[in-house]
C-alpha cells in the first residue's frame, strides 16, 4: 500500500511540473494541456486563494508538489 501512495504522489507531482511547462507552450485549449489541467487545477485553486503570485510568479504549483510530497510522507509513515 505505501508503494501505491508513493506512486500516486509521484505522479501527481509529474503532472504538475508538466501543468506548469505546458502552460508557457501550449494553447489552452489543446485537449492535452485540458486533461492535464482537469486534474491539476481543483488542487491548485485554494492554494491561489491563500497564496498571491509575487512580483507575476505563482508559487503555488510549488507549494503544491511540497503539500504533495508531505502527505505523501505522512501516510508512508502511518502504513509502515
Known sequence: MALAVNSLAQILVLLVIISV??????????????????????????LRRIIPPVGGLDFSPLVLILLIQFLARIIVGLLS
Do not use: A
Open 21 to 46: 511547462l505546458l502552460s508557457y507552450v501550449m494553447d489552452p485549449y489543446h485537449p492535452v494541456r485540458r486533461g492535464i489541467d482537469n486534474i491539476i487545477q481543483p488542487m491548485l485553486d485554494p
